[in-house]
């Protein structure tokens, strides 16, 4: 791989504290599944993104290492209550919660979603919490059950561009599908920021990546993240290239012009990625300090979006 993506090992006291503490709440992070490279950096700095429902996935992608299933693990009642522990031990403001595709259940994991959203923002006063959810197969009543929790940040991942989709997600992940979903979340809670997240690097144009800003503008998206494939085993889909950094710089100013409220660009971004939660959460706390004052709004806090655009062609 090129110079610029050389990655530190984990290392420093307070990973190994994080490390302790997530191992011994049985939590599991996203951060270790999917073999994020910014982790040494996010949990030596404190933070993290905790992943609900287990680790066995009933979908199977081709860019991810989650391990996958027929069935997943059984849902723990008590995870929560652990999510809670962590947030207070760690002293954390904002958290992302994350799940695998939980297709083998009822509502698919979204009541265990609020559930634990829900608990966790009635016990640490200005808690914020972004939910970083699967499809639920644009399930109504799922959709409808997440929007509902209170969550400050609704974020489904479109992953790649069109033409890719069927290669790079399970077939049951479609592109319409997801713009589906991130239009019905703004629709179901117009004051809560969307976001969605693009991997770069499996040969994508910069024509589809504008038509993919494009459509996730249409169905409201707030914040987007861009990031480069990093190909987890040789059993996965290879890389087809590793953009350079001032590339990442021109995509990133390139989707800016397109309407996002933010765009956060480079090798190493993932859909959780701290330069993009720090940038939620001044905004929703700017936002909120404006409403509590009596302000109609301060310089660079946007109104909530509301969508009036149509899904992309072909879409249900």
């Known amino acids: 791989m090129p110079e610029w993506l050389k990655i530190r090992p984990p290392s420093g006291e307070r990973y190994r504290t994080l490390r302790a503490l997530v191992d011994g709440l049985r939590l599991t992070t996203v951060c270790e599944e999917a073999r994020c490279p910014n982790l040494s950096e996010c949990w030596s700095g404190g933070t993290a993104t905790f992943m609900l429902l287990g680790e066995l996935c009933t979908r199977g992608c081709s860019f991810c290492s989650v391990k996958t299933a027929r069935r997943g693990d059984p849902v723990d009642v008590e995870e929560p209550e652990k999510v809670l522990e962590a947030v207070r031990k760690m002293g954390l403001r904002y958290i992302v919660l994350t799940s695998v595709d939980r297709d083998d259940l009822p509502d698919q994991g979204a009541g265990h979603f609020a559930r634990t959203v829900v608990h966790v923002k009635a016990q640490v006063p200005g808690l ?63 004051e809560a920021l969307t976001k969605s997240s693009i991997m770069v690097g499996h040969g994508e144009s910069e024509a589809e990546l504008v038509e993919t800003f494009r459509d996730l503008r249409a169905v409201g998206v707030e914040l987007l993240t861009l990031g480069q494939y990093l ?83 072909g879409a249900s």
């Open 128 to 190: 914020l919490v972004e939910t970083l959810i699967p499809d639920f197969r644009a399930d109504e009543a799922a959709l409808r059950t997440v929007a509902a929790s209170g969550a400050d940040v609704l974020a489904h991942n479109v992953e790649t561009v069109r033409r890719l989709t069927p290669s790079v997600r399970d077939p049951r992940a479609t592109y319409d599908q997801s713009l589906q979903v991130l239009r019905r979340l703004k629709e179901l809670r117009p």
């Open 231 to 313: 190909r987890p085993t040789e059993k996965h889909r290879p890389v087809a290239e590793y953009v350079h950094p001032d590339r990442f710089a021109a995509l990133g100013a390139l989707a800016e012009r397109h309407g996002f409220l933010h765009v956060a660009s480079g090798p190493f971004v993932r859909s959780s990625y701290k330069a993009g939660e720090l940038f939620a959460e001044s905004h929703l706390r700017t936002r909120a300090a404006a409403a509590a004052g009596g302000s109609t709004g301060r310089a660079g806090v946007a109104p909530p979006f509301r969508s009036t655009l149509p899904l992309a062609p």
